[in-house]
């Protein structure tokens, strides 16, 4: 075990990804800066990670190894935080790579900014296609309003954990155990303790696309989930005093994110879990809808979509569902992207 405390600590959850456990590993280990412990927490995966998070941990005095019962990416993560040393956190998914000067770049960053999150562009890669976010050319600081509200945005700045790094003392709240869409559920509440981010507008991270993600896997409780982290991070927001946001605009996207969450469902759910779910939406979000229906801010298609989710939902499942029918040389095509 390495004695000297970290100046980074970076935090792996490691579930049944063999294929590219070692990968991911090894990116971390290739970093320039060299003052971090990493931390790999074996969440009960079935297959040989256990072995091979040991066997890394016997090698190099700064990697350190839990094993706990399977919890989850959330689970996994709060318990990455609650071991760590290190004044600055990052996080890496085990399926994932870094590349080598990201730390080094993101650390010089925070230094000179007096940052206290700093973010970096990533990667995007599938089998044979890579798609490049870039971050903020114009920008290399931002104040507490401006990032607040490029996060409320989620263009320019994401909810991701992975593409940032955190001083410690903002991360005021763990993840939701047992929830999907994990990161959206705390990164606004981060994100508000930051007087200043910067930013490394160089794609540093490379997150691998997989079919297993949960963004392909159609599933009610999935979107019910993605659903409720965005109306708590709209509800959040209303209690702010944030600088240039549009009320209605933050409404607005409450009842965009209801409608995505229902042509989900309805198209890749059965018929009797989404006239449940849409009894959900509806409960969730006609509030937010009663506050701007009238105003003209909802673009014309999802306010058409909303009002018929409300009034037949057996309508709205079948032209979402027929909708479909025109994608499957395209999906198809998608299918070989993934490995």
């Known amino acids: 075990m390495n004695n000297k ?9 490691v579930y049944n990804v063999e294929r590219y456990l070692r990968e991911a590993v090894d990116s971390v280990i290739a970093q320039t800066f060299t003052d971090w412990e990493l931390i790999l927490i074996d969440d009960g995966s079935p297959d040989n990670c256990p072995a091979i998070c040991d066997s890394y941990a016997a090698a190099d005095p700064r990697i350190r190894v839990i094993h706990q019962a399977n919890g989850g990416l959330s689970a996994a993560r709060n318990s990455g935080l609650e071991i760590s040393e290190g004044r600055v956190i990052g996080f890496v998914d085990s399926d994932d790579r870094i590349d080598s000067r990201m730390y080094e770049k993101m650390i010089a960053a925070m230094t000179k900014h007096n940052a206290d999150m700093v973010l970096c562009g ?14 903020m050319p114009c920008a290399s600081v931002l104040s507490h309003d401006e990032a607040m509200r490029e996060l409320f945005e989620n263009r320019a700045i994401e909810s991701y954990s992975w593409d940032k790094i955190y001083r410690r003392e903002i991360i005021s709240s763990l993840y939701p155990v047992g929830r999907n869409y994990e990161d959206l559920a705390v990164m606004h509440r981060w994100m508000n303790n930051t007087s200043r981010l910067a930013v490394v507008d160089e794609p540093l991270y490379h997150y691998r696309m997989r079919k297993s993600g949960i963004v392909y896997t159609p599933s009610v409780q999935t979107r019910i989930d993605k659903l409720n982290a965005d109306l708590e991070r709209i509800k959040y927001y209303h209690t702010l005093k944030i600088s240039g946001l549009d009320w209605q605009k933050i409404d607005a996207s409450a009842v965009k994110s209801a409608v995505g969450c ?54 709205f499942r079948l032209s979402m569902r027929i909708g479909i029918m025109f994608q499957p040389a395209r999906l198809k095509k998608a299918q070989g992207l993934f490995p």
């Not at 995007?124 to 971050?135: A, L, S, V, Y």
């Open 262 to 315: 229902a042509k989900h469902i309805a198209r890749y759910c059965s018929k009797k879990d989404a006239y449940a779910a849409f009894k959900q939406i509806i409960a969730a979000t006609t509030e937010f809808y009663d506050r701007i229906k009238d105003t003209g801010v909802l673009n014309a298609r999802t306010e058409k979509r909303y009002q018929r989710l409300l009034s037949s939902p057996c309508l």
């Open 5 to 13: 405390t970290p100046s980074l600590s970076i935090i792996m959850p």
């Open 122 to 135: 990533y990667c995007f890669e599938w089998r044979n296609r890579t798609k490049i976010k870039q971050p």
